[in-house]
T-cell receptor
Framework: SQQGEEDPQALSIQEGENATMNCSYK?????LQWYRQNSGRGLVHLILIRSNEREKHSGRLRVTLDTSKKSSSLLITASRAADTASYFC??????????FGQGTRLTINP | NAGVTQTPKFQVLKTGQSMTLQCAQD?????MYWYRQDPGMGLRLIYY???????DKGEVPNGYNVSRLNKREFSLRLESAAPSQTSVYFCASSEYYYNEQFFGPGTRLTVL
């Protein structure tokens, strides 16, 4: 079964708005990562947050991690058409591998 | 610096045929992975190699075998292809298992 589950499964917003995606997981982790996948392509790493971190920023991306609730959120500010993609969280539960969620499909409308 | 390369990009097989998917990375990474992605789904780990000389089963290993040929190359073999193995296959690598992973462009496999 999937360790991470994203919510919502699909999100459609207007260009310029902010997009928030959530990820919940089941077991304790060492780190949590977010990836983006454009249609038909491989995944691209966005950001890694360690279990002892609560918030991390990278450009227009902001990731939070709440280990007590076993959840993380990815915020994309001032969205652009190029942000249209699927976004996946991946957890590293200390088993020498990542476990991916099923993803959130984000559509940015012009 | 090509990153992670996969061959072939597309393949059509008949049920029962065998084939090997090739993956190579030029980043001197220790860990390599094979995933499959079905429509509307996330990635499921087939096999991984945490370091050269080791391989381990992932979530969905049945019907597959792997070889970590050297530090650069990690191949995935389908011995007797089945329609249920129709999927997009991604290879990935990372410096160590807890680091970010770099993905190849994928192989789109159809088994008839």
């Amino acid at each position: 079964s999937q360790q991470g589950e994203e919510d919502p499964q699909a999100l459609s917003i207007q260009e310029g708005e902010n997009a928030t995606m959530n990820c919940s997981y089941k077991t304790s982790i060492n780190n949590l990562q977010w990836y983006r996948q454009n249609s038909g392509r491989g995944l691209v790493h966005l950001i890694l947050i360690r279990s002892n971190e609560r918030e991390k920023h990278s450009g227009r991306l902001r990731v939070t991690l709440d280990t007590s609730k076993k959840s993380s959120s990815l915020l994309i500010t001032a969205s652009r058409a190029a942000d249209t993609a699927s976004y996946f969280c991946a957890t590293e539960p200390g088993a020498q591998k990542l476990v991916f969620g099923q993803g959130t499909r984000l559509t940015i409308n012009p | 610096n090509a990153g992670v390369t996969q061959t072939p990009k597309f393949q059509v097989l008949k049920t029962g045929q065998s084939m090997t998917l090739q993956c190579a990375q030029d980043m001197n990474h220790n860990s390599m992975y094979w995933y499959r992605q079905d429509p509307g789904m996330g990635l499921r780990l087939i096999y991984y190699s945490a370091s050269e000389g080791t391989t381990d089963k992932g979530e969905v290993p049945n019907g597959y075998n792997v070889s970590r040929l050297n530090k650069r190359e990690f191949s995935l073999r389908l011995e007797s292809a089945a329609p249920s193995q129709t999927s997009v296959y991604f290879c990935a690598s990372s410096e160590y298992y807890y680091n970010e992973q770099f993905f190849g462009p994928g192989t789109r496999l159809t088994v008839l």
